[in-house]
């Protein structure tokens, strides 16, 4: 059950409209790291937790917040279409200025959402679920997790660089804060687990189950050597086996030869070479 406060998480009111930022402002509303790829990944994980009370309210606590970030985002993206310049479409293939500032908005803003935000991203690709994880297994999980909220920041980062709207950035850089935050959680969390469990997810596959003469190796696959140079190429690995570096990797399979398709296939004949 969840419950709507009328009140925003933090302020979203930029200093000026500004419908080109505002298209710009939607990746991290409707991307695929965006609040509500994150917001979803979270409930689904915490709604999917068996058994363990204390990830799961870490992981509801967490997916709650960032419905509140797709509400300011929203909102502040909607207070940056305010008296977006619509009534300048005919001057705007007279103008070039003009032009230019009606050909990088988001014109969905106007004729489908009627200056409000969309679940898209910048470009205008619609939001997708298949962005989000949650796999039933918490260690898998968090990993995801710290990821999807370091390219989050990283997304939020570059956003702040690219405006100088005062209003703007006080929220971007609360949302940076707060990545910080859900990155710092989620290494503690897969810093627990891992003491539990083990650095290999999942822990639970049988040793039988893996030819472990290969677990622990890397292999040089691509021009140059300097890979070799790496702590993963020798030592020990944060599972406590020895690491090994194979600089011309060994064969193991054959050359793969495919029976002829049957008639009814209608493939292309086998040819003599020449």
Do not use: C
């Not at 930022?21 to 068996?50: C, D, H």
């Not at 200056?115 to 968090?142: C, H, Q």
Request: cysteine-free; glycine content about 8%; aromatic content about 8%.
């Amino acid at each position: 059950m969840f419950f709507h406060k009328k009140e925003l998480q933090f302020h979203a009111k930029p200093d000026k409209p500004d419908p080109v930022y505002a298209k710009q402002l939607q990746e991290i509303l409707g991307g695929q790291f965006g609040e509500i790829s994150v917001a979803m990944q979270y409930l689904f994980q915490g709604w999917n937790t068996r058994e363990n009370e204390k990830y799961k309210d870490l992981i509801m606590d967490t997916g709650t917040e960032e419905l509140g970030h797709i509400e300011m985002i929203a909102t502040m993206i909607a207070r940056l279409l305010d008296r977006a310049p619509v009534n300048e479409q005919e001057k705007a293939s007279k103008d070039p200025v003009i032009g230019a500032i009606m050909g990088g908005m988001n014109p969905q803003h106007v004729i489908v959402s009627g200056l409000g935000a969309v679940p898209k991203d910048s470009t205008g690709v619609p939001w997708n679920a298949g962005y989000i994880i949650a796999s039933g297994n918490l260690l898998a999980d968090f990993r995801a997790n710290l990821n999807a909220e370091s390219q989050g920041r990283l997304q939020v980062a570059r956003l702040y660089e690219m405006t100088d709207d005062r209003g703007v950035k006080e929220m971007l850089s609360f949302l940076l804060a707060r990545d910080t935050m859900h990155q710092n959680q989620w290494i503690a969390a897969i810093k627990e687990l891992e003491e539990k469990e083990g650095v290999v997810a999942p822990a639970s596959v049988p040793p039988e189950y893996e030819a472990t003469e290969f677990s622990h190796k890397l292999y040089n696959f691509s021009e140059g050597a300097e890979s070799a140079t790496g702590s993963w190429a020798s030592g020990t690995a944060p599972d406590g086996a020895q690491f090994e570096y194979e600089d011309m990797p060994v064969i193991y399979g054959e050359k793969p030869k495919l029976e002829p398709a049957p008639p009814y296939i209608h493939g292309t004949p086998p040819h003599d070479p020449k």
